[in-house]
């Protein structure tokens, strides 16, 4: 026989509301944060010193010994693979989406010391159309791990690249590695010789089934005003008053597109034709007689900033392995308050009307 109490349709009081509360309250203190959760998770609202969570306790303990099969894996949210309902803003394809200065060991094929082992920066991406939502940024460097094990050269970039179009399936694609490259240079005249480092970067574009293959060069060098000399000549010799003429560390980065058809073009190679273009390249090793070699050097060298990228032009213009190529140049200014910067262009390449806004900052180099 059911009993019924004649009170249970009826609405609460407030005096009842806080008597059953204060007995919860109670009964809470003799049991477990579980217990709680398991009579109803909403009740630890009500609990002080409980967490308020609309969820049972959960496990804090790491599983060790948990493991991932097929199942669980196909049960797994997968955002950026979604529908193309989850596109947030405009239906538009993307150029390029991917990732940016993963690093890595990369063993590379040198002109005259073999091969080189260097810390590379690698930046990889790839086209996105309209209907897509994301990509899977993981497989970039999945795929280019495949190949890290070999001496890179373009011919390795090229299967790098054509890997992860096809784990991405993705129209255009790029690849691009920084690394600084030693080489061993001799003092103007002492005898010594030390390291000196160039930022070298290797870029790999396909757009429109087309593919391009581009060196990056960064050459630090030492740049004497003409005006200045000049001057400074001007008043010895009228006035026999000691000047000196000024004179700034500078930076040109020369990018190249390679011939396909033509021989390889090594890095030495790029260093070589900027040292012919402007020979007063910064110094490793100096003593007091290279020291007066280069003051010679650079009177003998001096140039404005539109003399270097025409100096640098008419080198790359000479060899048939380049095709395209741009010239930056900045000569970080020891009279002026500014730079004096310059950019030179060959090919449609590198063309373009608007210009980064920091691409000259770009060009800093530190010691």
């Known amino acids: 026989m059911n009993i019924h109490s004649p009170d249970m349709d009826r609405d609460p009081t407030r005096a009842e509301a806080e008597a059953a509360l204060a007995l919860l ?62 596109i947030k803003g405009a239906r538009q394809q993307i150029q390029h989406v991917g990732i940016s200065n993963f690093r890595l060991p990369i063993r590379f094929h040198t002109r005259d010391n073999g091969d080189l082992t260097l810390e590379t920066s690698v930046t990889g991406t790839v086209s996105l159309e309209a209907e897509k939502k994301g990509i899977n940024m993981s497989r970039i460097m999945r795929s280019f791990y495949k190949h890290a094990e070999e001496t890179f050269s373009f011919a390795v970039i090229e299967r790098a690249l ?13 690849i691009q590695m920084r690394f600084s490259f030693p080489m061993k240079v001799a003092s103007l005249r002492s005898g010594l010789s030390g390291f000196q480092y160039y930022d070298i970067a290797l870029e790999l574009i396909e757009r429109d089934g087309v593919r391009k293959k581009i060196v990056h060069l960064d050459y630090v060098y030492s740049s004497t005003c003409p005006c200045s000399l ?23 980065r020369l990018s190249m597109v390679l011939d396909d058809t033509a021989p390889c073009l090594w890095f030495e190679d790029v260093i070589d034709m900027a040292r012919a273009a402007v020979p007063t390249e910064t110094q490793v090793m100096v003593k007091r007689e290279d020291e007066q070699a280069f003051a010679e050097l650079n009177a003998a060298n001096p140039i404005f900033v539109e003399d270097a990228a025409r100096l640098f032009c008419e080198q ?26 310059s950019l030179l262009t060959e090919g449609p390449t590198f063309a373009a009307e608007s210009l980064d806004p920091r691409l000259f900052n770009s060009l800093y180099h530190v010691g």
């Open 162 to 174: 054509d890997a992860y179009k096809a784990d991405l399936e993705s129209f255009d694609a790029r």
């Open 230 to 252: 000049e001057l400074s000549e001007h008043a010895r010799q009228f006035r026999g008053q000691l000047a000196t003429p000024h004179s700034q560390r500078s930076v040109a």
């Open 316 to 341: 790359l213009q000479k060899d048939p392995r380049i095709g395209d190529f741009r010239v930056l140049a900045s000569h970080q200014e020891s009279l002026h308050s500014h730079d004096a910067v």
């Open 25 to 86: 309250r109670r009964w809470a203190i003799d049991v477990t944060p579980e217990e709680v959760a398991t009579l109803d998770p909403v009740v630890s609202r009500l609990i002080p010193g409980q967490d308020v969570s609309n969820y049972p306790a959960m496990a804090r303990a790491y599983p060790e010994d948990f493991t991932v099969d097929e199942a669980y894996k196909a049960s797994m949210p997968d955002l950026q693979n979604g529908p193309s309902s989850l």
